[in-house]
């Protein structure tokens, strides 16, 4: 429990610099100015504070070193729902489309819904084991990916117990309501690293 309790505290530490940035745009925009751009330069100094916060906050014992570095696997363990689910989605249309069988496509499905549950798992050890984050950016990622874990595990149990339900409308909906939340959730993960502001032109 104490594990559990000095992990939950690591991630206020680790995205402080965000919750500064926040606050700087904000207080910009109350006083009539532009908020403060993120340029390569600071983008870097925030990479190297988030770091410093990460290590400061690092835990010290076995069990809370243990819990710090399966959390710390989540960044590469999102690639796979990340990538499997779009993939499966417009193989599926296309096979569709041709009239072809889609027992690989099957394969996806059910792979992707199991990428996408440990995703989020490891996702609960990185963030701490908390329901409400003070950041609004952190609390939006955590349940939509919790939601996209659920939704993904679904699809996946429904594809392997029916087969004949991946040829069906109702996958392709369901696929393509998973792939945009992917977008949605990709765009909050960068937020939390990069800033609000990682996608200005």
Known sequence: MAAVLALSSTPGA?????????????TAVKQGRSPPTTTPGAMHEMIEDHAEAMEVAAPKSFSERLM????????????????????????LILARRR????EL??????????ASVIAAVLGWFTGGFVLV????????????????????GAVAVWAFRRRNSVYGR??????????????????????LVHGMDHMSF
């Not at 399966?70 to 779009?86: C, D, K």
């Not at 109702?170 to 937020?191: F, K």
């Open 14 to 26: 680790a995205h402080k610099d965000h919750n500064k940035r926040n606050e700087a745009a904000q």
């Open 170 to 191: 109702g996958m392709v909906a369901a696929l393509a309501a998973i792939t945009l939340l992917l977008l949605v959730q990709g765009w909050l993960g960068a937020a």
């Open 68 to 91: 710090s570095w399966v959390g710390r696997t989540h960044p590469f363990a999102v690639h796979f729902p990340i990538a499997l689910f779009p993939v499966a989605l417009v193989a």
């Open 133 to 152: 984050d003070p950041d609004a950016v952190h609390l939006w990622h955590r349940w939509i990916g919790t939601g996209l874990a659920m939704i993904g």
């Open 105 to 114: 496509i099957r394969a996806l499905i059910i792979v992707a819904g199991a």
């Open 99 to 102: 009239g072809e069988t889609v």
